[in-house]
């Protein structure tokens, strides 16, 4: 069948099969590889999207179901002039990353909780992103990160 | 004023630009023009003789390109393994083979027995379902002890045992040890758990094999943390392709810990039936398929004792361990329990003679192979809990026990009873950083604050030392390693002055293309801009070992220095000639080489155009061109080391174990980019403290594996940590190699696990109930049971 959809601002166009998951035809149809799979029990939160305007992970929704949505993905949160984001930049800032695959579904995710919580505290951060998971960094730098990205002083966390 | 330039820097990471955008280019998203998709059909028994597949019907199936089975691999070479260990009696361990795809019988859940390949991945998936399998079920081997007995079924019946090696270190020390234990005035005993862990990169593994025809060139593109290794053990031991006809790349690479430095089935496979089908093959493994797939790490079951004299003075230490090794021999797999395990038992200590016994034993299990720390989480476990344990017992601080026996800054290089050589460390200092960072003063008034709500409250302090900058070659080789494990670097510099450097060492999160600059940076004194690190290609970079171990900078990045080395003098040397001056007058300084003593000089972008434009150039002297490579073998381990600091509160209801504080004091010698050795060390943290209180490995007793999803293996979420307090200041520089570097990626998941455990022991001890030991994962239903037991 075919599904129409806005992706980043653009409307976008494949053929799928009905069991096709949104992930794939992000990745596979329209190549935009930044939305990662990080696991097939929906639990890892790498594959983070926003569908009108809400986090999903497009690893449990059908391509057909968001026919005529609003998606956006990790490739999309840049500035319009292609700087890094608000959150972007408090990720690098923040030393948010190493590896890089969690971090398209950790972006989403924390712009996500922004916009619902423009000033989360450290709690409601963690509890937040308790679908993402990370194996590289311990969380401290991303909850720091997405901290810093609601304009929080970060600077004495952990502080000896 | 922290700097903002060179080593010592926190420079913010270059590559984070291209993952934070979507802009990365990990295995899984290469696709190449007309490729077909493998779906491996695995076993769904432990163990099993393998009757018959067929495949007739499937292969009708749409779709289907062919289907291989074991026979197909019947003329190829198994799966190698790279160190051979030798047992208490002089002889080689045992060594099985190891099929692509399974012969005759099958030996794991997971272990694949048939590979479809088809034009898609469903295609596959359909057709796998159309195999005609006849399996019949053997009785599974599991529990280790049991599989030692006689009488146990056979993982492999060629070798007439489940005992892969008996290994005894130091096998000479073993009456003085006996004696020592006999004649001590205290003996501390436990038994402990290692418990089995999947190491879990968010990446699941993905291989993508090509094959040209027009030339007769293979390239495998591989989630590996050391393409060159597996270029030579795929080329050299499986396929029989030589080296300059077989590319290996690994593109970035979504976390490796450990995981991924080993040779696998599918990646031979892939490569192969590219050529068998002509046309790319690539597989992407699912997260089910990678808990049933990946080497796991860990699963050590170990009795310790140590010997204390009547003044507390430690007087031996003798443990027996039985080390899992699965179903087959992973490509370092026995070394881990043995060179990566054995020679650690020393720990920070003194003690004068240590009998380390060891049995590997194979099992109806996943291999098991290295997950971050390899060995070195396992010797310090033991050592940490029964210093903690013999402390309760002897009613004597924890800490002052630990300092009393700890090896004095005057002692090194230090000289341990199990074979190594520790160079440097100070490892009072940084257990006084560690009693400042943890507040441990004002211990006593958080556990009172926590009783008063009805909780316990605990704190676990130890120490860890870890050998890493892995490894002297002629040293492994004498232990039973059958490869090198030195590093390389080229150095190009180009006419413009813009340098490449190409190394083995591998990038799968450690920030080398951020680090690696910054050590060049400032040895010639430029912009770190002007450098950009090539990793991951066998075709660029020279031949390397890759990144395990905690070894990139310590080896890698020495090779690299040595090869800047050499590109300083040929430059001192055009710079000499361009200002008609003497070579040894020549000073490199903030990008330029100036004449000493005078106001002479000229810029580094004035020397490296001269080297490839070379009209006024020593030509009689030197060649053109300015390009350098080295490789470093390092003259030692590198011995990293720290204390770490846990305190939890615990709630006696419901055996809920909260992380309230962690602080770890680390020694790594000098430090690059503090920025990213803090974040190795969080990073470390977290697994330790999942190791310790959620994640574990579960088999039943038919070889079931019971945690083979997110759903079921915990792993560590934000929830479950706090932010750490991590601190590098106490600095004693490694003597042997030219940055002063150890290596920061293992020492969080090496120091944190003892630590928890200590800290929940403190928690119900304090609460009047006495506990000696609870296995790990330390989870509610566990801590809850023994208050239970210890209460009736």
């Given amino acids: 069948m075919k599904v129409t959809m806005t992706v980043n601002g653009k409307s976008r166009s494949g053929e799928v099969e009905g069991r096709t998951l949104l992930v794939n035809f992000l990745r596979e149809t329209l190549n935009l590889t930044g939305t990662h799979v990080g696991c097939d029990t929906s639990q890892c939160g790498a594959c983070v999207v926003h569908v009108n305007g809400q986090a999903v992970k497009s690893c449990t929704m059908l391509a057909a179901e968001a026919d005529g949505a609003d998606v956006k993905t990790v490739e999309g949160m840049a500035n319009a002039d292609g700087s890094l984001s608000v959150i972007q930049q408090a ?35 963690r509890h937040y992103l308790e679908g993402n998971i990370c194996r590289c960094t311990g969380y401290h730098n991303i909850v720091k990160a997405v901290m810093a990205a609601s304009g929080q002083d970060v600077s004495n966390i952990a502080a000896e | 004023m922290p700097k903002d330039h060179g080593i010592g820097a926190s420079i913010k990471r270059r590559e984070d630009v291209r993952f934070l955008t979507g802009a990365g280019n990990y295995t899984d998203d290469i696709n190449i023009r007309g490729q077909a998709y493998v779906y491996f059909l695995r076993s769904d028994v432990a163990h099993g003789k393998l009757n018959k597949v067929d495949t007739t019907a499937a292969s009708a199936m749409p779709g289907v390109v062919r289907i291989f089975t074991g026979a197909d691999f019947a003329g190829v070479g198994g799966l190698p393994c790279g160190w051979q260990v030798t047992d208490r009696h002089g002889q080689p361990m045992k060594e099985p083979g190891h099929p692509v795809l399974a012969q005759g019988k099958v030996r794991h859940v997971g272990d694949p027995i048939a590979a479809i390949v088809a034009d898609t991945l469903e295609q596959a998936r359909d057709a796998a379902e159309a195999i005609e399998l006849d399996i019949e079920e053997l009785p599974a081997v599991v529990d280790m002890k049991a599989a030692v007995k006689d009488g146990s079924a056979l993982v492999h019946d060629d ?105 696998y089935a599918e990646e031979a496979f892939c490569t192969f039936a590219a050529k068998a089908c002509n046309r790319p093959v690539k597989w992407t493994a699912s997260r089910s398929e990678a808990f049933m797939s990946d080497a796991h790490g860990r ?31 992973s490509t370092f797999a026995p070394s881990v329990p043995t060179w990566l395990h054995g020679t650690l038992m020393a720990g920070n200590y003194r003690t004068p003679v240590i009998y380390v016994n060891v049995k590997a034993v194979f099992t109806n299990t996943v291999p098991v192979d290295a997950y971050r720390g390899a060995g070195r989480p396992e010797a310090t476990f033991q050592i940490e809990r029964v210093i903690d344990q013999a402390a309760r017992e002897l009613g004597v601080d924890p800490i002052a026990l630990r300092r009393q026996n700890f090896i004095k800054p005057d002692q090194f290089p230090y000289q341990t009873p199990v074979a190594v050589a520790y160079d440097t460390g100070n490892y009072d200092a940084t257990m006084d950083r560690l009693i400042e960072m943890a507040d441990i003063a004002g211990f006593a008034k958080r556990r009172k604050a926590s009783e008063a709500k009805g909780k316990l409250r605990g704190l676990g302090v130890n120490c860890y030392i870890e050998a890493c900058g892995i490894a002297p070659s002629n040293l492994v080789g004498q232990l039973g390693a059958r490869a090198g494990l030195y590093e390389s670097a080229t150095v190009r510099v180009n006419a413009t002055g813009g340098i490449v450097v190409m190394t083995g060492s591998h990038s799968h999160g450690q920030g080398h293309e951020t680090a690696f600059p910054q050590v ?9 801009s002007m450098v950009e690190v090539v990793h991951g290609d066998t075709s660029k970079a020279p031949m390397g070992m890759g990144t395990y171990g905690s070894r990139s900078l310590a080896v890698g990045g020495s090779a690299m220095v040595r090869a800047t080395e050499k590109i300083l003098r040929k430059a001192k040397k055009i710079a000499a000639h361009l200002m008609e001056a003497s070579e040894g007058d020549i000073e490199v300084k903030d990008g330029r080489f100036h004449v000493a003593g005078t106001d002479k000089s000229v810029a580094w972008g004035d020397v490296t155009l001269a080297a490839y434009v070379p009209h006024n150039y020593p030509l009689e002297d030197i060649e053109p061109g300015l390009e350098e490579t080295a490789f470093y073998d390092p003259s030692n381990f590198t011995y990293p080391a720290g204390a770490y600091a846990c305190e939890v509160e615990l709630d006696p209801e419901t055996g809920k174990v909260t992380i309230e504080r962690f602080a770890a004091a680390d020694d790594f010698g000098n430090v690059v980019n503090p920025m990213i050795v803090e974040g190795q060390v969080h990073g470390g943290i977290a697994q ?38 991590v601190d590098h200041s106490c600095a004693t520089p490694c003597t042997h190699n030219p940055l ?30 006495k506990v000696a030991h609870i296995d790990m994962p330390v989870s509610p239903s566990r801590v809850w049971s023994a208050i239970q037991k210890a209460k009736a």
Wanted: one cysteine or more; hydrophobic letters at 40%; proline letters at 5%.
């Fill in chain 2, 740 to 769: 002063g570097v150890k290596g920061c990626g293992e020492a969080g998941a090496i120091g944190s696990p003892p630590a928890v455990v200590n800290a929940v022991l403190d928690a119900l001890n304090s609460g009047g109930i």
């Fill in chain 2, 520 to 528: 060049i940076a400032e040895m010639l004194g430029i912009d770190e």
């Fill in chain 2, 688 to 725: 330790g403290v999942g190791q310790a209180l959620l994640e574990g490995a579960v088999y039943d007793a038919n070889g079931q594996l019971l945690t083979g999803s997110y759903m079921d293996y915990a792993m560590p979420r934000a929830t479950d940590v706090p932010f750490y307090q």
């Fill in chain 2, 299 to 329: 699963d050590h079951v170990t009795k310790i004792e140590l010997a204390l004299d009547k003044d507390n003075n430690f007087t031996a230490i003798r443990t027996e361990t039985y080390a899992n090794m699965g179903a087959y021999l």
């Fill in chain 1, 91 to 125: 990720f690098q800032d923040h030393h948010g990353l190493q590896c890089g695959f969690c971090t398209p579904g950790m972006v989403m995710s924390a712009a996500a909780l922004l916009k619902e919580n423009p000033k989360p505290t450290e709690a409601e951060v």
């Fill in chain 2, 159 to 263: 070798i007439g045992s489940n005992l892969c090696y008996d290994w005894g270190f130091v096998e000479e020390n073993k009456a003085a040890v006996d004696e020592a234990i006999k004649n001590a005035a205290h003996v501390t005993t436990l038994e402990l758990v290692n418990n089995r862990l999947v190491a879990n990169p968010m990446e699941p593994r993905v291989c993508v094999g090509d094959y040209s025809r027009a030339t007769d060139d293979y390239t495998l593109y591989t989630t590996s943390q050391n393409p060159h290794v597996i270029r030579l053990l795929m080329g050299a031991f499986v396929l029989g392709i030589p080296e300059h006809k077989l590319r290996v790349v690994a593109p970035d690479v979504g976390g490796g810990f450990g995981t991924k430095i080993f040779h």
